[in-house]
């Protein structure tokens, strides 16, 4: 009989597990089970989409999940769909890479009002992930705050501020123009409660900022230190690189262009202001003492009418999965978690790191399971046939790799000229395009 494992999440870090273990295990089944009927995670739903270059990386994931002992099982979620238990007795087995999607809170007051979003809810709704396609944010105009400073808040920044002309080979979802197109932006703060050797922008990201056709990124050059010391080479060069760009941004004019972005340092978010709706922020300055902020008592208002958190993300629990709930993850040493059971990817470490990191990870975790099933009798749980037998009894509608392909054509060829792709946005749509119906009974 065939080892049977299944892969949890069809994102960078399961798709990178599912290519060593097909490669590796000579006649093994590796199924990927992934709750959306699209594949590839945050490279569909979180990377900007004006950064087509970084998408690229789907070719190579797509030829992973064309493999003959690799099955897709899309618009199939573990804990819905088919129970933490189930699977663990049906595979050899099981990796969890289910990521990182829920946003983290800033804990401060105010922070329920109309008007704060978070920047996973944010990015998917621009990115036509299902779960965020009624988010409508309200952007009346005026001034946008972004809290964070790291890649995502820097993403968000040049989404709001690029033109129609800059986004016009973007694949931003239709919905999502017709919104950003129409906001009568003037103002974005970018806010971090640290200083620009603490941010984790890279300079590639920041460099971007400073090339945006209708406006000008702008700091207060007290703010910036003179130079990045007492780091390792490569990420003092980073720094560096960082510093300089900074430099260049707060010799900038604000009249220069319509609209401007404030990259401000040093400054907690302490409340949201407003009764009704978002009308301002309350902020505090921040003093730096060994790298971390600490606060002054000086306080300062923002007039904003909307809020962008971008301050980390938590992985959702799965019934019966053992989980870290004190740091938002699945509990696991290393990426074991139970006997048979792993995790790789964002939801084992944490929303840190780029795709490739995920590479990493994941050869690590792939060394662990094979490690462990050559100890083990050789393909001793049933694996497909079971996770099939369930789906059916529940009147589950997967969604397989050749009908992701039926999707990603659809996607293509209802683009505007120029654009990658029009994505589908809700679940309901690909099925239906698939000839399919959603069951009554799994419309959650
Ligand atoms: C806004 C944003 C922009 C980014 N931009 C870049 C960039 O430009 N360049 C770069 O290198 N990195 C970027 N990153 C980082 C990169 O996206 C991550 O490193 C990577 O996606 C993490 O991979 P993952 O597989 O752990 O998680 P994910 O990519 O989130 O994949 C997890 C998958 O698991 C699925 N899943 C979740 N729960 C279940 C369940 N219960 N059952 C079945 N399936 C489930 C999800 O639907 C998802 O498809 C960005 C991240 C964000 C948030």
Redesign the pocket.
């Known amino acids: 009989m065939h080892k049977s494992v299944a892969v949890?999440?069809?994102?960078?870090?399961?798709?990178?597990l599912a290519e060593v273990l097909a490669k590796r295990l000579a006649g093994a089944q590796v199924d990927v089970?992934?709750?959306?009927p699209?594949?590839?995670?945050?490279?569909?739903?979180?990377?900007?989409p004006d950064?087509q270059g970084?998408k690229n990386?789907v070719r190579q994931f797509e030829r992973t999940l064309q493999r003959d002992n690799v099955r897709f099982h899309g618009n199939?979620?573990?804990?819905?769909?088919v129970g933490y238990e189930e699977l663990r007795q049906a595979y050899d087995a099981v990796v969890?890479?289910?990521?990182?999607?829920q946003d983290r809170r800033l804990g401060i007051p105010g922070e329920a009002l109309p008007g704060v979003y978070g920047?996973?809810a944010f990015?998917?709704w621009y990115?036509g992930l299902p779960d965020f396609r009624d988010l409508a944010p309200e952007l009346p105009g005026g001034a946008v705050a972004i809290i964070g400073n790291g890649?995502?808040a820097l993403?968000?920044a040049r989404i709001l501020a690029k033109s129609e002309a800059e986004l016009a080979s973007s694949d931003l979802c239709a919905h999502a123009r017709a919104v950003l197109f129409s906001a009568r932006l003037t103002d974005i703060y970018l806010i971090g409660r640290r200083g620009p050797l603490e941010a984790t922008f890279t300079p590639e990201?920041l460099a971007e900022l400073g090339a945006l056709g209708r406006a000008v990124p702008l700091v207060d050059s007290t703010r910036i230190p003179a130079a990045a010391e007492g780091l390792e080479p490569k990420e003092q060069k980073i720094k560096e690189q960082n510093l300089e760009l900074l430099r260049g941004f707060a010799a900038n004019r604000p009249e220069l262009k319509p609209l401007r972005i404030h990259l401000l340092f040093q400054a907690a978010p302490v409340g949201v202001l407003g009764t009704e709706r978002v009308e301002g922020l309350r902020l505090e300055h921040t003093r730096l003492e060994g790298g971390r902020a600490e606060p002054t008592g000086e306080t300062f208002e923002l007039p904003v009418s909307t809020v962008i958190t971008?301050i980390g993300?938590r992985?959702?629990a799965?019934p019966g999965l053992p989980f870290d709930e004190r740091r938002g993850r699945v509990a696991n040493a290393g990426g074991r978690v139970e006997p048979g059971v792993y995790a790789?990817?964002?939801?084992?470490r944490g929303?840190?790191?780029?795709?490739?990191?995920?590479r990493t990870?994941a050869l690590g975790v792939a060394e662990l399971v094979l490690e462990d099933l050559a100890e083990r009798p050789a393909g001793n749980r049933p694996g497909r046939p079971a996770l099939e037998r369930l789906l059916a009894e529940r009147g589950a509608e997967p969604v397989s790799f050749a009908d992701w392909q039926a999707i990603n054509g659809a996607e293509s060829g209802r683009a505007e000229a120029g654009r990658p792709r029009e994505k589908f946005t809700r679940v309901e749509e690909m099925l239906a395009l698939l000839g399919r119906e959603r069951t009554a009974a799994r419309t959650g």
């Open positions: 949890v999440g069809a994102g960078p870090a399961g798709l990178y089970i992934e709750r959306l699209t594949p590839f995670g945050l490279v569909r739903g979180g990377v900007a950064h970084t990386i199939v979620e573990v804990g819905r769909d969890f890479a289910t990521g990182a999607l920047s996973g990015v998917g990115n890649n995502v993403d968000l990201s971008a993300y992985s959702a799965i790789t990817g964002w939801c084992r929303p840190q790191g780029v795709i490739p990191a995920n990870d």
